[in-house]
């Protein structure tokens, strides 16, 4: 039970699809964030939640749309991407402070077709 | 904007040695902390160890020891008794004003 589960593993979609990623935390935090990865870049901050509110869109292109119905729960909705959206997706949560680690799920690979 | 630079994209170190992983930032803040994140082929993030600025004691976790250059704006991830199991991608990361940065990584390899 890694505390941040997220939702599903493997994803394959084309690029006219709609498809969501999901992340649920269960460690009591009130923080959640949506990180891209892709090969030989450093991790992409895409979306941060605090308290429910979001604080961060770090100029991320419509096609993703992030959701947080509660502290416990954060979306991404996918719609019409590119193929260069193909990427790791990492979730995580934290509590509200800069001492507090983040905490990661173990990502959805996402490829776009 | 803070940087956090990795220089070595690939490292390998004989089972039981010990290696050094080397990080630089970039900030012109004074209160903030580092961290040391594993990820290994699960894919998790794992927080390693983690140090906060303000203190000048180098934080230590069982085999996983940290070296604080803070003028320096360095901050080095020492393992010693290296095991099969670390072998991982390794991320130093930088946190200030709710925001985590990460470097590019850098990938270590252990050799039986």
């Known amino acids: 039970e890694t505390g941040v589960t997220q939702t599903p593993r493997h994803l394959v979609m084309g690029m006219t699809n709609k498809k969501s990623l999901k992340c649920e935390q269960h460690l009591g935090h009130n923080a959640m964030y949506w990180y891209k990865q892709s090969a030989k870049k450093p991790l992409e901050l895409m979306f941060v939640?605090?308290?429910?509110?979001?604080?961060e869109n770090n100029s991320v292109p419509s096609r993703f749309s992030p959701e947080c119905p509660n502290s416990s729960h954060l979306f991404l909705h996918l719609h019409t991407l590119q193929p260069e959206d193909s990427a790791l997706y990492l979730c995580?949560?934290?509590?509200?402070?800069?001492?507090?680690?983040?905490?990661f799920g173990n990502g959805t690979r996402l490829t776009v077709t | 904007a803070q940087t956090v630079t990795q220089s070595q994209p690939e490292m390998s170190v004989q089972e039981a040695e010990t290696v050094t992983l080397s990080c630089t930032y970039d900030?012109?803040?004074?209160?903030?902390?580092l961290f040391w994140y594993k990820q290994p082929p699960s894919r998790q993030m794992i927080l390693v160890i983690r140090q906060e600025a303000y203190k000048q004691q180098n934080a230590t976790e069982n085999r996983f020891s940290v070296n604080f250059q803070k003028a320096a704006k360095s901050f080095s991830l020492k393992i010693s008794d290296s095991q099969l199991g670390d072998a991982a991608m390794y991320f130093c990361a930088y946190r200030s004003a709710g925001y985590l940065t990460f470097g590019t990584g850098t990938r270590l390899t252990i050799i039986p």
């Open positions: 995580a949560s934290s509590l509200v402070g800069d001492n507090s680690p983040l905490h």
């Open positions: 939640y605090s308290l429910e509110e979001r604080v």
């Open positions: 900030t012109s803040e004074s209160d903030y902390y």
